[in-house]
C-alpha cells in the first residue's frame, strides 16, 4: 500500500507558528486515514523549532522587508530550492536566519518519506516548508508568489511529488496511477 507524507496541521496537529492546527476535513484525507496510509510531519518541528514561534519566509536577500523570490517563470531557482542551493535564507520577521532549522527539518521530512517509499505528499500550501503552489514574498506583508517551500523542494528533487491540500483530487488520480497494474 502506498504511504502519503501529510503536514501535520493538516490532521489537525496544533503545530503551526501560532499554535493553531489547519485541519483539513476533506474525505479523501479522511479515508487514506482510515485506511493507514498517512505518514504525519511537520518540517519546522522536527527541524527543531518551538511551537509557538515567529513566522517566517523565504527571502533573497538579508534581512526583514527584502525583495523576496523573483517570480517562478522567469527559470531563476526560487523559493525552497534556491534555499536548498543556498541563494535564499528563510528569516522571521525580526530578521533572525532560520534557514538551517528549516532544512534540517526538510531533511528529517525525506529521511520518513524514504524509509517508507512515499512517492506522493500532500502539504500545507503556502508555508514557507509545505507550500507546493505559493509562498510568501519575504516582506512579511502577505505578498504571495509562486514557488514551493523548502520540504516541499527537498522532497521534489528525490522524485516525490508533492500536492497542496486543495489539490486532493488529482492526487487523489495520481494514487491511482500509482496503483494500478501496469
Ligand atoms: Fe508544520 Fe508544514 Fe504545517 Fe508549517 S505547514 S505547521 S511546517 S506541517
Known amino acids: 500500500m502506498e504511504r502519503i507524507l501529510v ?8 503545530v503551526r507558528y501560532d499554535g493553531t492546527a489547519k485541519r483539513s476535513d476533506d474525505e479523501i484525507l479522511a479515508n487514506w486515514r ?5 505518514l504525519s510531519c511537520c518540517p519546522e518541528v522536527s527541524g527543531g523549532l518551538p511551537v509557538p514561534r515567529p513566522p ?19 527559470g531563476s531557482v ?27 527539518g526538510a531533511e528529517q ?3 520518513v518519506a524514504q524509509r517508507y517509499a512515499v512517492r506522493m505528499a500532500v502539504l500545507k500550501e503556502g508555508s514557507p ?10 516582506s512579511f506583508t502577505g505578498i504571495p508568489v509562486p514557488g514551493g517551500g523548502v520540504t516541499t523542494a527537498l522532497l521534489q528533487r528525490n522524485g516525490i511529488r508533492v500536492f497542496g491540500e486543495d489539490q486532493l483530487e488529482a492526487a487523489a488520480a495520481f494514487l491511482d496511477e500509482l ?3 501496469h
Open 34 to 38: 482510515a485506511e493507514g496510509r498517512l
Open 179 to 181: 496503483e494500478s497494474p
Open 129 to 138: 516548508s509545505c507550500g507546493s503552489g505559493r509562498i510568501y514574498d519575504g
Open 78 to 104: 526560487t523559493g525552497g530550492a534556491a534555499v536548498l542551493d543556498g541563494t535564499a535564507q528563510v528569516r522571521t520577521a525580526g530578521g533572525i536566519d532560520v534557514t538551517a532549522a528549516f532544512v534540517r
Open 56 to 74: 517566517a519566509e523565504i527571502s533573497s536577500a538579508p534581512g526583514p522587508g527584502s525583495a523576496g523570490p523573483l517570480p517562478a517563470d522567469d
Open 7 to 14: 503536514s501535520a496541521c493538516l490532521l489537525g496537529r496544533p
Open 109 to 111: 521530512a525525506l529521511e
